[in-house]
Structure formats: structure tokens, C-alpha cells
């Protein structure tokens, strides 16, 4: 019986020893840009944000990334990239040709590594390179990795030399899971390759790749000017598990907005665009539920670079929204000449402070509290505690018995303690103001033949002294100087 209770405990000890190793690790808390770009110190950590985080003015260099990133519900707003970040991985067209490839987003590459509930707001992404590159919102390349309940407003181009390049709202390249997320996204690319015919890809979740996308709510405006082979797609350009490792078979409950316009030069047309997929190699197993609203715009006009801005020397003009208590600021431009607009310079919702209100009067036995409101919506912005009162413990004058002539003055001061009670100052009182007054600063003047008390007592009542007046008249005194 002792033995098989020794087993037992034995085994309960090995149990809570595994659950510990195996614990989730602690989460890194993220409240400001330096707490952002410190995560490529430990790529695969733990991370939530705490606060908002503007990222205006940093050019951002995309990272791999490997560990997880929850940004709960926070928003990480005006990020700019303007370069493919430093990590190349292998991708591979549809005829699994390899290219030696370059990413840009908030994440150059996502290996096995977890993005929920982050809203990037404001983010644009503007690439001219000659380097094979993906670009998306979230990250250039995903192996494995999830994103879910992420929102991504962003302005994406790419004007690329090489041969294999695409854009996707939320990931460039790769396979993975993606849902539960909304997007609204102004993508452009520009094929500058004249000497090959390039394999561009363009989605409004996925570029290129095979992955689980269910339940997003996708708005693309696409632009795609390209010389070589066009796939594109309002949820995904080409569905294809490009050689990698995956289970994905799920894209489904998708609502789809917006358009791509396009132009394929190239005498091997293809021409791949539609509401869901652009291309398929192969079809996922669960398709349905998927509703949209997408528009196919091809143009053959191979001179016209297609974009949103179509003056060749705009002006801009801009107007600036404040921001309110629940909505966020922001500056739009727009040009003068075609009218294309661009919303910049994101600021945060904010409240307006009013006074401080006492909510309950501190006391000598207990703190108190005081509240701060919105003048606008009335909301409580901040509430804090106010320390209780200090007692002054005694009071002290510099003098206590003093003879004075009539019509003489003497200045009285005193010591209370402790130096920080709340009734710090002193009342001053005078048992005969005709003999000697007494004023709020401690002046005595004398007046008249008599004996008076001058009496200084703390504002709380809890220590008090006084100083003795005696006032003789000052026809004696000038007798006296006269003897003298």
C-alpha cells in the first residue's frame, strides 16, 4: 500500500514538473516604437501590445518572425517600409521553379508563428527593387503561420525588375492560416522587367500560396501593370501550395469588395483574375459560403501605367479631421487635377479633459478620490486616489512676550509642523484690537496703553502659541528719551 502511494505522489510530482516546463512563456508587453523594434532582439518571443503605437517617422525594416504577437485589439498606425527586409527564403512559381526571394510587411517572413487581434492602420508599403519580392500587410512570407482577427488598412506598391513578385493584403507568399480578419487595401504594382516575362501574382489576402481562409471581410483596389503572366484574385492571385508542407484545405464565409484593373502584355496571354482565386492548381477542399461584390477591369492599353493617381504632376491639397473621443484623426490629400485621395497622418481618438472633481474629500483618518471627465461625452478618463490629510502636530512663533510703544508695529512669524500638513498657514487673533490688532500675515500694531495676547492657531484647530504685547504710550517714551 506504501508503495503503490509512493508511485502515486512520484507521478503527480512528474506531472506538475512537465506542466511547468511546458508552460506557455511569459508575454514581453509592448507600449511604444522602441518596444516594437526591440522584438529582433527575440524574433520568436511572446509579445502584446499594452497601447497604440505610432510609428510615424521610423522606416521600418521588416523581420522574420517566429514566436507570437498579440496585439489585443491595439493598432500600430502610419508604419512605412520602404525596403525588402534582409531574410531571403525560396519561392516557387507554378511550374515549381525556384527563385531566391525577398519580403516585405510588418514581417518579412512568418515561420510557425502566431498574429492575432492587431489592427494596422495607415501603413504603406512602397517598394521599387530589382530583387525577387512579395509584399504583404501582415507579412511578405508565411510558412505555417497563423493570422486571426486582424484588420489591415494599407497602401501597398511594388515596382519590381525581377521575375517572381506579387502583393497580398494580409501575406505575400506561402501557406498558413488566415481568419476572422478585415482589410482595405490599395495594392499597385508595376512590372519594369522588359527583358523577361514575369510571374506576378496579386490578392486581396494572399498573393501566392495554399492557405485556410475563412471568415475575412476583404475590400481590394488593385492596380497591375505587367509584362509577363497575371494572377490575380480578390481573396488569393494563384491557390497553389508551392511545395510546402500543408494541410490547408478551407476557404470559406469570405466576403469579397472591390476590383483589380490590370493589363497582361504579353503575346502568351493568360489573364488569371477573378472574385475568389485568380488561379488554381489546385481547388481547397471546403469552398463555399464566399460572397462578393468584385469587378474585373482589364485594359489593353500596354502605354498607360495603371494607378489610382493618374496626373503626371499632381497638386496636392489637405484637410485635416481632429480626432474625437471614439474616432481618429487623420489628414486626407487629394489631387486637384484627377481627384485621387490618400488618407495620412493617422492620430489616435482622444477625450477632452476637463477639471479635476473631488469625488470623496480625503480626511485625516482616510485618502480620498478625485475623477477627471471628457467635456465632450462626459466619459471618466482617469480616476486617482488623494492622499489623506496631514495634522499639524505644533506651532511655534519666534517671539513670545515683547514690550512695544504706542503706534509701533512688529512682525510676527510662525513654525508649524510638520512641514507638510494640509493646514499648513495660521489664524491670528488678538485678545484686544484696541490695544494691539493683529492682521492675516502676523503684522502687530500697536495702539494703545495695555497688556493684549496675540494668539496665531493652526487651520485645523490642532496646535496653536501665543506672544504677550505690552503697549505703553509713546509721550513716556519721548519723557525718557528727554531724561536720558
Sequence with gaps: MKRALSLIIALLILILNCSAAFAAPASITISDADGLLAI?????????????????????????????????????????????????????DGNLKPYDTVFAGLFSVLEGGEVSDLKLKGERISLD??????????????DGGSISGCTVEAHISLINHAVMTGIGGIVGYGCGTVKDCVTDTELIFEDRNTASRCEQFMGGVLACGAADIDGNDVTVRGYDSC???????????MYYACDMQTAANSVCDNVINGFISFFEDNPDRRAYCGPAFGEYLQMPY???????????????????????????????????????????????RTCTGCGYSTVENYTPPRHTPGEWETV????????????LRCTVC????????????????????????????????????????????????????????????????????????????IR????????????????RNRLFKRLLNLLG
Excluded at 69 to 90: D, M
Excluded at 129 to 142: L, P, R, S
Excluded at 296 to 308: A, K
Excluded at 360 to 370: A, L
Design 129 to 142: 527593387t530589382a530583387e525577387h519580392c512579395f509584399a504583404g500587410g501582415i507579412t511578405g512570407y508565411m
Design 227 to 237: 509584362r509577363g503572366y497575371v494572377h490575380d484574385g480578390g481573396l488569393v492571385g
Design 40 to 92: 529582433r532582439n527575440d524574433p520568436s518571443g511572446s509579445y502584446s501590445l499594452e497601447a497604440d503605437i505610432d510609428m510615424a517617422g521610423i522606416d521600418w525594416n521588416p523581420l522574420p518572425f517566429s514566436g507570437r504577437f498579440n496585439g489585443k485589439g491595439h493598432t500600430i498606425y502610419n508604419l512605412t517600409v520602404s525596403s525588402p527586409g534582409e531574410a531571403v527564403r525560396t519561392a516557387r
Design 286 to 332: 471546403y469552398f463555399h459560403g464566399n460572397t462578393d461584390n468584385f469587378e474585373r477591369r482589364e485594359t489593353w492599353d500596354y502605354n498607360t501605367i495603371l494607378s489610382p493617381e493618374m496626373c503626371s504632376s499632381p497638386h496636392y491639397e489637405e484637410e485635416t479631421t481632429l480626432p474625437g473621443c471614439s474616432t481618429w484623426g487623420f489628414t486626407v
Design 456 to 471: 496665531a492657531e493652526t487651520e485645523d484647530g490642532f496646535a496653536s502659541d501665543s506672544c504677550e504685547i505690552t503697549v
Design 360 to 371: 470623496k474629500k480625503p480626511t485625516y483618518d482616510k485618502e480620498g478620490s478625485e475623477r
Design 378 to 453: 462626459g466619459k471618466e478618463i482617469e480616476n486617482r486616489s488623494v492622499p489623506a490629510l496631514v495634522a499639524s502636530v505644533s506651532c511655534k512663533l519666534d517671539q513670545h512676550a515683547v514690550l512695544l510703544d504706542s503706534g509701533d508695529t512688529l512682525k510676527l512669524s510662525a513654525e508649524v509642523l510638520p512641514a507638510n500638513a494640509t493646514a499648513g498657514s495660521v489664524i491670528w487673533t488678538s485678545s484686544d484690537p484696541t490695544v494691539a490688532s493683529v492682521d492675516e500675515n502676523g503684522t502687530v500694531t500697536a495702539k494703545s496703553k495695555g497688556h493684549v495676547v
